[in-house]
């Protein structure tokens, strides 16, 4: 049976989709059979960062919604063999998605693959709620600024109150320079006062940049900083291993 990670942040803006394509990358590079759903039901960007925005017929909400069957709706990823892209619909209408029907969804989709990452949008609405019935771990994307930092651990503590235990922390885009400067938090002050484990920390890096931009993962440059990093990181984060 697969293992579903929900991936979360607290507020917009922090690279969650650009970490759950690249944690999807690595795994499906690795020989894993990967399924990426995107859940970010108000801003959705998961089919451009794979370059995929050409390719999306039908989406998450046609297959709750009985309008097609699951697999009409599970794209293969050009360039892998085994990584799986679910769209979620382009704009918002009357059709929702509950903790019922996102269960239900995952129990299938691990019968087939050996990981489903959801996309959750930013903060604690319903998509949030309804994905986190689903997961098995939660890993939230969060960047070294005060107000982002806050949220991680609100939405850190909401999850522990919904009885979710198994939760790490990525902090995306640590700029050296505004740390020397003392303009944000440095990593030890990060460490020290998070509730939940950090699994690793992403520098700012015009890779990452470039990489959204085209669509391809950034891990899928060898010989990259960056690539090599979020490499060790989602290692990391699936053995469990939450050390900085």
Request: hydrophobic share 45%.
């Amino acid at each position: 049976m697969g293992k579903v990670f929900l991936i979360a942040s607290g507020k917009g803006g922090t690279g969650k989709t650009m970490f759950a394509v690249n944690f999807g990358a690595v795994l499906a590079s690795g020989g894993k059979r990967v399924c990426l759903i995107d859940m970010d039901l108000g801003m959705r960007n998961m089919d451009l960062y794979l370059g995929m925005e050409n390719r999306v017929v039908f989406n998450i909400m046609d297959v709750m919604s009985g309008i097609c069957k699951l697999n009409k709706a599970l794209m293969k990823v050009r360039g892998f063999d085994s990584l799986y892209f679910m769209a979620v619909s382009p704009r918002k209408d009357g059709r929702r998605i509950t903790a019922g029907h996102m269960t239900a969804l995952c129990d299938v989709l691990k019968k087939y693959f050996d990981y489903i990452i959801i996309d959750c949008g930013a903060g604690m609405g319903e998509e949030l709620q309804a994905s986190a019935a689903a997961a098995d771990q939660t890993i939230i994307v969060t960047e070294p600024e005060i107000a982002a930092l806050r949220d991680a651990d609100t939405l850190a503590s909401w999850l522990l109150d919904q009885g979710m235990r198994d939760n790490c922390m990525v902090i995306n885009k640590i700029d050296v320079d505004l740390i020397r400067e003392g303009i944000i938090p440095d990593i030890a002050y990060i460490v020290n006062n998070t509730v939940t484990p950090v699994a690793g920390f992403i520098q700012m890096d015009r890779d990452i940049r470039v990489s959204t931009s085209r669509g391809v993962p950034v891990v899928c440059k060898t010989g990259t900083e960056t690539g090599d990093n979020l490499r060790n990181i989602s290692r990391q984060i699936v053995d469990q291993e939450y050390r900085v």
